[in-house]
Protein backbone atom coordinates (compact mmCIF):
# COMPACT_ATOMS: atom_id res chain seq x y z
CA UNK A 1 0.00 0.00 0.00
CA UNK A 2 1.07 3.45 -0.99
CA UNK A 3 -0.12 6.87 -0.46
CA UNK A 4 1.38 10.63 0.18
CA UNK A 5 0.57 12.66 3.28
CA UNK A 6 0.89 15.92 1.49
CA UNK A 7 2.03 19.54 2.53
CA UNK A 8 3.63 18.46 6.10
CA UNK A 9 5.21 20.97 7.79
CA UNK A 10 8.21 19.27 9.51
CA UNK A 11 8.53 21.15 12.99
CA UNK A 12 12.28 23.39 12.75
CA UNK A 13 12.57 22.74 9.40
CA UNK A 14 11.59 25.32 6.33
CA UNK A 15 9.29 25.01 3.89
CA UNK A 16 6.61 22.03 3.49
CA UNK A 17 6.52 18.89 1.95
CA UNK A 18 5.31 15.70 0.91
CA UNK A 19 5.90 12.27 2.50
CA UNK A 20 5.04 8.84 0.78
CA UNK A 21 4.71 6.32 2.84
CA UNK A 22 4.49 2.63 1.30
CA UNK A 23 4.33 -0.68 2.82
CA UNK A 24 4.35 0.79 6.54
CA UNK A 25 7.67 2.76 5.73
CA UNK A 26 8.50 6.12 4.58
CA UNK A 27 9.41 5.54 0.96
CA UNK A 28 10.24 9.39 -0.37
CA UNK A 29 10.21 12.46 0.90
CA UNK A 30 10.43 15.61 -1.35
CA UNK A 31 9.25 19.77 -1.40
CA UNK A 32 5.46 20.05 -1.39
CA UNK A 33 4.22 19.77 -4.76
CA UNK A 34 6.75 17.79 -6.69
CA UNK A 35 5.24 15.10 -9.07
CA UNK A 36 5.39 11.77 -7.92
CA UNK A 37 3.38 8.53 -8.76
CA UNK A 38 0.58 8.78 -10.54
CA UNK A 39 -2.52 7.42 -8.79
CA UNK A 40 -1.77 7.31 -5.64
CA UNK A 41 -4.00 8.26 -3.12
CA UNK A 42 -2.98 11.98 -1.14
CA UNK A 43 -3.78 12.49 2.52
CA UNK A 44 -3.76 16.58 2.36
CA UNK A 45 -2.45 17.14 5.52
CA UNK A 46 -2.71 21.37 4.79
CA UNK A 47 0.24 22.37 6.40
CA UNK A 48 -0.21 20.43 9.20
CA UNK A 49 2.62 19.47 11.75
CA UNK A 50 4.06 16.13 11.16
CA UNK A 51 6.23 14.27 14.03
CA UNK A 52 7.65 10.80 14.61
CA UNK A 53 4.84 9.08 16.95
CA UNK A 54 5.16 8.91 20.60
CA UNK A 55 6.26 6.62 22.82
CA UNK A 56 5.31 6.29 26.63
CA UNK A 57 8.39 4.27 27.90
CA UNK A 58 7.13 3.40 31.89
CA UNK A 59 3.24 2.24 32.27
CA UNK A 60 1.46 -0.24 34.05
CA UNK A 61 -1.36 -0.32 31.02
CA UNK A 62 -3.51 -3.09 32.83
CA UNK A 63 -3.58 -0.84 35.91
CA UNK A 64 -4.13 2.18 33.39
CA UNK A 65 -6.87 0.44 32.06
CA UNK A 66 -8.72 0.07 35.11
CA UNK A 67 -8.74 3.10 36.90
CA UNK A 68 -11.13 4.83 35.33
CA UNK A 69 -13.57 2.36 36.83
CA UNK A 70 -12.07 3.15 39.99
CA UNK A 71 -12.70 5.48 42.87
CA UNK A 72 -10.96 8.54 42.63
CA UNK A 73 -9.28 9.60 45.65
CA UNK A 74 -6.41 11.80 44.49
CA UNK A 75 -8.39 14.88 45.92
CA UNK A 76 -8.71 14.04 49.22
CA UNK A 77 -6.10 16.47 51.53
CA UNK A 78 -7.03 14.00 54.86
CA UNK A 79 -7.82 10.13 55.36
CA UNK A 80 -11.12 11.57 57.20
CA UNK A 81 -11.97 13.44 52.98
CA UNK A 82 -10.78 10.33 51.82
CA UNK A 83 -13.08 7.97 54.08
CA UNK A 84 -15.73 10.18 52.93
CA UNK A 85 -15.26 9.63 49.55
CA UNK A 86 -15.83 5.75 49.94
CA UNK A 87 -18.66 6.36 52.25
CA UNK A 88 -20.20 8.35 49.35
CA UNK A 89 -19.48 5.42 46.36
CA UNK A 90 -20.85 2.87 48.90
CA UNK A 91 -24.25 4.79 48.99
CA UNK A 92 -24.24 5.19 45.39
CA UNK A 93 -22.99 1.68 44.61
CA UNK A 94 -24.30 -0.54 46.99
CA UNK A 95 -22.96 -4.44 46.74
CA UNK A 96 -21.13 -6.75 48.70
CA UNK A 97 -18.03 -6.50 45.87
CA UNK A 98 -14.84 -4.96 46.53
CA UNK A 99 -14.38 -1.33 46.96
CA UNK A 100 -11.00 -0.28 44.93
CA UNK A 101 -10.28 3.35 45.01
CA UNK A 102 -7.18 4.82 43.84
CA UNK A 103 -4.92 8.17 44.00
CA UNK A 104 -4.40 8.57 47.58
CA UNK A 105 -1.36 10.97 48.41
CA UNK A 106 -1.17 10.65 52.22
CA UNK A 107 2.45 12.46 53.22
CA UNK A 108 1.15 15.86 53.36
CA UNK A 109 -2.33 14.64 55.31
CA UNK A 110 -2.77 15.90 59.06
CA UNK A 111 -4.57 12.78 60.15
CA UNK A 112 -3.27 8.99 59.49
CA UNK A 113 -5.00 6.55 57.38
CA UNK A 114 -6.26 3.84 59.44
CA UNK A 115 -8.71 0.95 59.66
CA UNK A 116 -11.51 2.22 61.67
CA UNK A 117 -11.57 5.34 59.20
CA UNK A 118 -12.78 3.11 56.42
CA UNK A 119 -14.36 0.57 58.69
CA UNK A 120 -16.92 3.61 59.72
CA UNK A 121 -17.61 4.12 56.52
CA UNK A 122 -18.69 0.82 54.74
CA UNK A 123 -19.12 -1.40 57.49
CA UNK A 124 -18.33 -4.88 56.06
CA UNK A 125 -17.57 -4.05 52.84
CA UNK A 126 -13.82 -4.93 51.78
CA UNK A 127 -12.17 -1.73 50.77
CA UNK A 128 -8.91 -1.58 49.41
CA UNK A 129 -7.53 2.21 48.32
CA UNK A 130 -4.48 2.25 46.17
CA UNK A 131 -1.64 5.13 46.67
CA UNK A 132 -1.18 7.55 43.94
CA UNK A 133 2.55 6.19 43.79
CA UNK A 134 1.35 2.12 43.45
CA UNK A 135 3.84 1.88 46.63
CA UNK A 136 1.00 1.39 49.11
CA UNK A 137 -2.51 0.41 49.56
CA UNK A 138 -4.88 1.56 52.71
CA UNK A 139 -7.57 -1.11 53.51
CA UNK A 140 -10.23 -1.86 55.91
CA UNK A 141 -10.63 -4.60 58.31
CA UNK A 142 -12.63 -6.86 55.90
CA UNK A 143 -10.00 -6.09 53.27
CA UNK A 144 -7.32 -7.56 55.30
CA UNK A 145 -9.31 -10.72 56.71
CA UNK A 146 -9.57 -11.30 52.45
CA UNK A 147 -6.42 -10.66 50.87
CA UNK A 148 -3.39 -9.97 54.82
CA UNK A 149 -4.67 -12.09 57.63
CA UNK A 150 -2.65 -11.37 60.31
CA UNK A 151 -1.13 -7.84 58.84
CA UNK A 152 -0.69 -5.20 61.14
CA UNK A 153 -1.94 -1.36 60.95
CA UNK A 154 -3.63 -0.02 58.18
CA UNK A 155 -1.45 0.25 54.83
CA UNK A 156 0.64 -2.28 52.65
CA UNK A 157 3.67 -1.06 51.67
CA UNK A 158 6.12 -2.78 48.55
CA UNK A 159 5.72 -5.94 47.57
CA UNK A 160 2.86 -6.84 49.97
CA UNK A 161 0.77 -4.40 48.11
CA UNK A 162 2.13 -4.81 44.75
CA UNK A 163 0.79 -8.55 45.63
CA UNK A 164 -2.58 -7.34 46.12
CA UNK A 165 -2.74 -4.71 43.35
CA UNK A 166 -2.46 -7.47 40.84
CA UNK A 167 -5.33 -9.36 42.17
CA UNK A 168 -7.49 -6.63 42.34
CA UNK A 169 -8.85 -7.09 38.40
CA UNK A 170 -11.59 -8.44 37.31
CA UNK A 171 -12.08 -12.00 36.84
CA UNK A 172 -12.82 -12.49 33.45
CA UNK A 173 -10.33 -12.17 30.75
CA UNK A 174 -12.78 -10.12 28.19
CA UNK A 175 -13.58 -7.37 30.16
CA UNK A 176 -9.80 -6.54 31.17
CA UNK A 177 -9.10 -6.47 27.42
CA UNK A 178 -11.92 -4.76 26.37
CA UNK A 179 -10.82 -1.90 29.11
CA UNK A 180 -7.38 -2.44 27.73
CA UNK A 181 -8.42 -1.89 23.93
CA UNK A 182 -10.68 1.37 24.97
CA UNK A 183 -7.13 2.66 26.83
CA UNK A 184 -5.54 1.71 24.17
CA UNK A 185 -7.51 3.60 21.66
CA UNK A 186 -7.44 7.01 24.04
CA UNK A 187 -3.87 6.74 24.00
CA UNK A 188 -3.67 6.96 19.80
CA UNK A 189 -5.80 9.88 20.02
CA UNK A 190 -2.79 11.78 22.03
CA UNK A 191 -0.42 10.43 19.14
CA UNK A 192 0.87 7.51 21.06
CA UNK A 193 2.38 4.30 18.62
CA UNK A 194 3.86 2.09 21.24
CA UNK A 195 4.28 1.62 24.81
CA UNK A 196 6.92 0.02 27.28
CA UNK A 197 4.61 -1.93 29.81
CA UNK A 198 6.10 -2.71 33.28
CA UNK A 199 2.70 -4.25 34.70
CA UNK A 200 3.04 -6.14 37.18
CA UNK A 201 2.77 -10.11 36.08
CA UNK A 202 3.58 -12.38 33.29
CA UNK A 203 2.43 -10.46 30.03
CA UNK A 204 3.31 -12.35 27.18
CA UNK A 205 0.16 -14.46 26.97
CA UNK A 206 -1.79 -11.14 27.81
CA UNK A 207 -1.14 -9.47 24.87
CA UNK A 208 -0.55 -12.02 22.68
CA UNK A 209 -4.32 -12.79 23.24
CA UNK A 210 -4.74 -8.62 23.24
CA UNK A 211 -3.41 -8.49 19.75
CA UNK A 212 -5.21 -11.76 18.44
CA UNK A 213 -8.29 -9.96 19.13
CA UNK A 214 -7.62 -6.84 17.36
CA UNK A 215 -6.05 -4.63 19.78
CA UNK A 216 -3.41 -3.18 17.37
CA UNK A 217 -3.20 0.32 17.99
CA UNK A 218 0.03 0.16 19.79
CA UNK A 219 3.42 -1.79 19.87
CA UNK A 220 4.04 -3.20 23.10
CA UNK A 221 7.39 -4.04 24.70
CA UNK A 222 6.36 -5.80 28.26
CA UNK A 223 9.13 -6.08 30.83
CA UNK A 224 9.40 -8.73 33.35
CA UNK A 225 9.61 -9.11 36.79
CA UNK A 226 12.36 -11.05 39.46
CA UNK A 227 9.77 -13.76 39.48
CA UNK A 228 8.93 -14.58 36.07
CA UNK A 229 12.70 -13.60 35.11
CA UNK A 230 13.63 -17.00 34.58
CA UNK A 231 11.16 -18.13 32.52
CA UNK A 232 11.72 -15.34 30.01
CA UNK A 233 14.99 -16.64 30.15
CA UNK A 234 14.22 -19.64 29.25
CA UNK A 235 11.79 -19.16 26.41
CA UNK A 236 15.14 -17.13 24.74
CA UNK A 237 13.29 -13.95 24.81
CA UNK A 238 15.65 -10.74 24.48
CA UNK A 239 15.18 -7.76 24.33
CA UNK A 240 13.39 -6.17 21.33
CA UNK A 241 13.25 -9.29 19.64
CA UNK A 242 9.75 -9.23 18.19
CA UNK A 243 6.91 -12.48 19.34
CA UNK A 244 5.80 -14.58 16.23
CA UNK A 245 2.17 -14.09 15.39
CA UNK A 246 1.96 -10.18 16.52
CA UNK A 247 2.74 -8.66 13.03
CA UNK A 248 5.92 -7.37 15.03
CA UNK A 249 3.41 -5.00 17.76
CA UNK A 250 4.80 -7.10 20.35
CA UNK A 251 8.19 -7.41 21.04
CA UNK A 252 10.45 -8.25 25.04
CA UNK A 253 11.01 -5.18 26.86
CA UNK A 254 13.31 -5.21 29.89
CA UNK A 255 13.78 -7.35 33.26
CA UNK A 256 12.49 -4.85 35.98
CA UNK A 257 14.16 -4.60 39.48
CA UNK A 258 12.40 -2.58 42.37
CA UNK A 259 15.00 -1.56 43.92
CA UNK A 260 13.79 1.43 46.61
CA UNK A 261 10.07 2.93 47.50
CA UNK A 262 9.06 5.73 46.55
CA UNK A 263 8.57 9.43 47.69
CA UNK A 264 4.75 9.83 49.37
CA UNK A 265 5.33 6.52 50.95
CA UNK A 266 8.31 7.56 52.10
CA UNK A 267 10.56 4.31 51.71
CA UNK A 268 12.87 5.46 48.34
CA UNK A 269 15.94 5.08 49.87
CA UNK A 270 17.77 8.26 50.86
CA UNK A 271 21.44 9.43 51.90
CA UNK A 272 19.95 11.98 54.26
CA UNK A 273 16.84 11.06 56.39
CA UNK A 274 12.98 11.77 56.20
CA UNK A 275 11.38 14.20 58.90
CA UNK A 276 10.17 10.83 60.84
CA UNK A 277 14.09 10.08 60.51
CA UNK A 278 13.96 6.83 58.35
CA UNK A 279 16.16 6.90 55.08
CA UNK A 280 13.72 4.36 52.80
CA UNK A 281 14.55 1.02 52.29
CA UNK A 282 16.63 -1.17 49.88
CA UNK A 283 14.47 -4.02 48.74
CA UNK A 284 18.01 -5.96 47.56
CA UNK A 285 21.18 -5.93 48.96
CA UNK A 286 23.85 -4.72 46.42
CA UNK A 287 25.43 -8.25 46.01
CA UNK A 288 21.76 -9.19 45.29
CA UNK A 289 20.80 -6.57 42.98
CA UNK A 290 23.92 -7.21 40.77
CA UNK A 291 22.93 -11.19 40.48
CA UNK A 292 20.10 -10.46 39.38
CA UNK A 293 21.21 -7.90 36.72
CA UNK A 294 24.01 -10.54 35.79
CA UNK A 295 21.51 -13.03 35.14
CA UNK A 296 19.42 -10.65 32.87
CA UNK A 297 22.20 -9.45 30.81
CA UNK A 298 23.35 -13.26 30.22
CA UNK A 299 20.18 -13.67 28.63
CA UNK A 300 20.16 -10.61 26.41
CA UNK A 301 17.59 -8.58 28.46
CA UNK A 302 17.73 -4.85 29.31
CA UNK A 303 17.84 -4.42 33.18
CA UNK A 304 15.67 -1.60 34.19
CA UNK A 305 16.12 -0.89 38.19
CA UNK A 306 13.73 1.37 39.64
CA UNK A 307 15.36 3.70 41.94
CA UNK A 308 14.03 6.82 43.27
CA UNK A 309 15.93 8.00 46.59
CA UNK A 310 19.62 9.38 45.14
CA UNK A 311 21.36 6.41 47.57
CA UNK A 312 19.14 4.42 45.36
CA UNK A 313 20.24 5.73 42.32
CA UNK A 314 24.04 5.32 43.92
CA UNK A 315 23.93 1.85 44.36
CA UNK A 316 22.13 1.54 41.23
CA UNK A 317 24.86 3.30 38.76
CA UNK A 318 27.46 1.38 41.53
CA UNK A 319 25.82 -2.52 39.62
CA UNK A 320 25.58 -1.47 36.55
CA UNK A 321 29.62 -0.38 36.86
CA UNK A 322 30.16 -3.26 38.34
CA UNK A 323 28.30 -5.50 35.82
CA UNK A 324 29.69 -3.48 32.33
CA UNK A 325 26.86 -3.29 30.45
CA UNK A 326 24.26 -0.19 30.05
CA UNK A 327 20.74 -0.26 31.14
CA UNK A 328 18.23 1.70 32.63
CA UNK A 329 17.29 3.44 35.48
CA UNK A 330 13.72 3.85 36.15
CA UNK A 331 12.42 7.15 38.41
CA UNK A 332 16.15 8.55 39.48
CA UNK A 333 14.08 11.04 40.81
CA UNK A 334 16.76 12.78 43.73
CA UNK A 335 20.01 12.06 42.52
CA UNK A 336 23.05 13.72 44.05
CA UNK A 337 25.19 15.98 41.37
CA UNK A 338 28.10 13.84 41.67
CA UNK A 339 25.88 11.04 40.01
CA UNK A 340 24.81 12.94 37.09
CA UNK A 341 27.77 12.55 34.79
CA UNK A 342 28.16 8.21 35.48
CA UNK A 343 24.57 7.92 33.54
CA UNK A 344 26.26 8.75 30.28
CA UNK A 345 29.77 7.55 31.20
CA UNK A 346 28.11 4.18 32.07
CA UNK A 347 25.47 3.70 29.22
CA UNK A 348 22.70 4.00 31.49
CA UNK A 349 19.20 5.48 30.33
CA UNK A 350 17.10 8.17 32.64
CA UNK A 351 14.00 6.55 32.15
CA UNK A 352 12.01 9.58 34.00
CA UNK A 353 8.38 11.23 34.27
CA UNK A 354 8.23 14.70 34.16
CA UNK A 355 5.05 15.37 35.21
CA UNK A 356 5.78 13.45 38.76
CA UNK A 357 7.75 16.61 39.20
CA UNK A 358 4.87 18.93 39.14
CA UNK A 359 2.58 15.98 41.47
CA UNK A 360 5.09 15.86 43.97
CA UNK A 361 6.68 19.47 44.15
CA UNK A 362 5.23 20.16 47.74
CA UNK A 363 5.58 16.72 49.31
CA UNK A 364 8.93 16.85 47.89
CA UNK A 365 9.67 20.64 49.64
CA UNK A 366 8.33 18.70 52.90
CA UNK A 367 10.17 15.24 52.81
CA UNK A 368 13.56 16.31 50.66
CA UNK A 369 13.96 20.01 52.39
CA UNK A 370 17.01 21.80 50.92
CA UNK A 371 17.81 18.89 48.09
CA UNK A 372 15.22 19.86 45.78
CA UNK A 373 17.54 21.16 43.85
CA UNK A 374 18.72 17.97 42.82
CA UNK A 375 15.22 16.78 42.11
CA UNK A 376 13.91 15.75 38.92
CA UNK A 377 17.70 17.20 37.33
CA UNK A 378 16.31 16.71 34.00
CA UNK A 379 18.76 19.81 32.79
CA UNK A 380 21.69 18.28 34.24
CA UNK A 381 21.34 15.11 33.17
CA UNK A 382 20.78 16.09 29.47
CA UNK A 383 23.72 18.44 29.74
CA UNK A 384 26.05 15.37 31.35
CA UNK A 385 25.07 13.52 28.15
CA UNK A 386 23.04 11.66 29.31
CA UNK A 387 20.10 9.97 27.23
CA UNK A 388 16.40 10.77 28.44
CA UNK A 389 13.03 8.60 27.76
CA UNK A 390 10.05 9.78 29.21
CA UNK A 391 7.17 7.97 30.53
CA UNK A 392 4.26 8.58 32.68
CA UNK A 393 4.32 5.62 34.96
CA UNK A 394 0.43 5.55 34.07
CA UNK A 395 -1.94 5.18 36.38
CA UNK A 396 0.65 6.99 38.50
CA UNK A 397 0.26 10.33 35.69
CA UNK A 398 -1.91 9.62 32.80
CA UNK A 399 -0.88 8.07 30.11
CA UNK A 400 -0.53 11.60 27.70
CA UNK A 401 3.26 12.17 26.65
CA UNK A 402 1.85 15.98 26.10
CA UNK A 403 1.82 16.20 29.66
CA UNK A 404 5.61 14.96 30.36
CA UNK A 405 6.58 17.06 27.82
CA UNK A 406 4.71 19.93 29.18
CA UNK A 407 5.86 19.75 32.62
CA UNK A 408 9.32 18.87 31.26
CA UNK A 409 9.76 22.27 29.16
CA UNK A 410 8.16 24.34 31.56
CA UNK A 411 8.33 22.56 35.17
CA UNK A 412 4.88 24.10 35.76
CA UNK A 413 0.88 23.59 35.88
CA UNK A 414 -1.95 24.76 37.00
CA UNK A 415 -0.84 28.39 36.52
CA UNK A 416 1.41 28.12 39.30
CA UNK A 417 5.38 29.10 39.10
CA UNK A 418 7.72 26.57 38.06
CA UNK A 419 9.59 24.38 40.25
CA UNK A 420 13.45 24.82 39.92
CA UNK A 421 13.16 26.23 36.51
CA UNK A 422 16.96 25.90 35.79
CA UNK A 423 15.53 22.16 35.03
CA UNK A 424 13.81 22.98 32.24
CA UNK A 425 14.77 21.29 28.79
CA UNK A 426 13.98 22.63 25.23
CA UNK A 427 11.37 20.89 23.42
CA UNK A 428 13.44 19.75 20.91
CA UNK A 429 15.08 17.33 23.65
CA UNK A 430 11.71 16.55 25.75
CA UNK A 431 10.44 15.24 22.33
CA UNK A 432 13.20 13.44 21.36
CA UNK A 433 13.14 11.65 24.85
CA UNK A 434 9.17 10.72 23.70
CA UNK A 435 9.79 9.17 20.30
CA UNK A 436 11.49 6.40 19.01
CA UNK A 437 11.91 7.41 15.83
CA UNK A 438 12.67 10.27 13.09
CA UNK A 439 10.06 11.51 9.61
CA UNK A 440 13.17 10.30 7.40
CA UNK A 441 13.33 8.00 4.44
CA UNK A 442 13.30 4.04 5.55
CA UNK A 443 11.95 5.21 9.12
CA UNK A 444 8.75 3.17 10.30
CA UNK A 445 5.61 5.59 9.68
CA UNK A 446 4.65 5.98 13.09
CA UNK A 447 3.58 9.46 12.79
CA UNK A 448 1.76 11.83 14.61
CA UNK A 449 0.00 15.00 12.69
CA UNK A 450 -0.41 17.93 14.87
CA UNK A 451 -2.76 20.93 14.85
CA UNK A 452 0.18 22.93 15.74
CA UNK A 453 3.96 23.42 16.20
CA UNK A 454 5.47 21.36 19.07
CA UNK A 455 8.80 23.76 19.18
CA UNK A 456 7.09 26.86 19.35
CA UNK A 457 4.27 25.56 21.65
CA UNK A 458 3.58 27.34 24.86
CA UNK A 459 3.78 24.39 27.99
CA UNK A 460 0.57 24.85 28.34
CA UNK A 461 -0.35 24.92 24.68
CA UNK A 462 1.71 21.51 24.48
CA UNK A 463 -0.24 19.93 27.57
CA UNK A 464 -3.35 20.59 25.12
CA UNK A 465 -2.31 20.06 21.92
CA UNK A 466 -4.65 18.65 19.93
CA UNK A 467 -3.56 15.35 17.45
CA UNK A 468 -5.10 15.01 13.83
CA UNK A 469 -3.98 12.27 13.30
CA UNK A 470 -2.01 8.81 14.49
CA UNK A 471 -0.78 6.86 12.15
CA UNK A 472 1.14 3.38 13.16
CA UNK A 473 3.37 1.61 10.28
CA UNK A 474 1.39 3.67 7.58
CA UNK A 475 -1.81 2.71 9.30
CA UNK A 476 -4.72 5.24 10.86
CA UNK A 477 -5.24 4.16 14.49
CA UNK A 478 -6.46 7.78 15.14
CA UNK A 479 -8.26 10.82 12.60
CA UNK A 480 -9.86 13.89 12.94
CA UNK A 481 -8.93 14.67 9.46
Known amino acids: MTFVLADARLPGAGEPVDVTVRDGSIARITPAGVPGERGVDRLHLDGRWLIPGLWD??????????????????????????ASLVRARAQSDPGADVLVGFGFHDALWPDLPTRELLDAAVGERPVVLIAGDLHCSWL??????????????????????????????????????????????????????????????WNLEVWTRRIAAGARSLRVEFGVYRDRIADAADLGLRTGAALEGTGGLLTMGPFKVISDGSLNTRTALCLHPYPDGGHGVANLAPA????????????????????????????????FQALGSGGRIEHAQLIDPADIPRFAALGVTASVQPEHAMDDRDVADRLWAGRTADAFPLAALLASGARLAFGSDAPVAPLDPWAAIASAVGRSRDGREPWHPEQRIPAT????????????????????????????????????????????????THSTL
Open 288 to 319: ELLADLRFAVAGGIEPAVHAIGDEANRLALDA
Open 57 to 82: QHVHFTQWAQTARRLDVSRATSAAEA
Open 140 to 201: NTAAFERFAPGAEGALLREDESFALTSRLTPSDAATLDRWAAEAARAAAERGVVGIVDLEYG
Open 429 to 476: AALAASTRTRVAVGEPADLAILERDPLTASPDELRGMRVAATLLAGRL
